[in-house]
């Protein structure tokens, strides 16, 4: 019987091209994922990219490792790490339950009641939030 942990995946996203930033963050996850019991993740990491938009080069090749189940556990920084737009986010951490994947942020703040509130919200309730979510700024926080 194996004792080896599910395959971990570890983003980064930092929204100026900072390669200090983008180190700092990826060391501090790498040093989480190490306390989690996760000696091995892979890493994802865009620098320079926009949290207002999810088409993002390594974001998009994780999503892509999630969907071929090669990924089952996710560790960020914080949610604001996938997605500035919180709806958008929601979105994204529901199809990542519903594929089996855990979503672990660093800073704590995904409670399960995001999933349930993205459920009661009417589709065309959140299309006009996130439109209304756009012009939000994408301020860093290392």
């Known amino acids: 019987?194996?004792?080896?942990?599910?395959?971990v995946a570890v983003y980064c996203r930092v929204a100026t091209a900072d390669q200090f930033s983008l180190?700092?963050?990826r060391q501090s996850m790498l040093q989480f994922a190490k306390e989690k019991g996760y000696n091995d993740p892979v890493v994802y990491?865009?620098?320079?990219?926009k949290g207002?938009?999810?088409?993002?080069p390594a974001f998009e090749q994780l999503a892509g490792d999630m969907l071929s189940g090669q990924i089952q556990t996710v560790l960020i920084k914080d949610p604001?790490?996938?997605?500035?737009?919180?709806f958008q986010f929601q979105e994204w951490l529901k199809k990542a339950k519903e594929l089996g994947i855990n979503v672990i942020s660093q800073s704590g703040d995904i409670p399960d009641e995001m999933l349930q509130l993205i459920n009661s919200i009417p589709?065309?309730?959140?299309?006009?939030?996130?439109?209304?979510d756009e012009d939000?700024?994408?301020y860093e926080a290392d």
């Open 80 to 86: 604001s790490r996938i997605s500035r737009d919180s």
């Open 123 to 132: 589709p065309e309730l959140r299309e006009i939030i996130s439109r209304d």
């Open 45 to 49: 990491q865009d620098n320079g990219q």
């Open 136 to 138: 939000g700024e994408d």
């Open 52 to 56: 207002t938009t999810l088409y993002r």
């Open 23 to 25: 180190d700092r963050q």
């Open 1 to 7: 019987m194996s004792t080896q942990k599910p395959r």
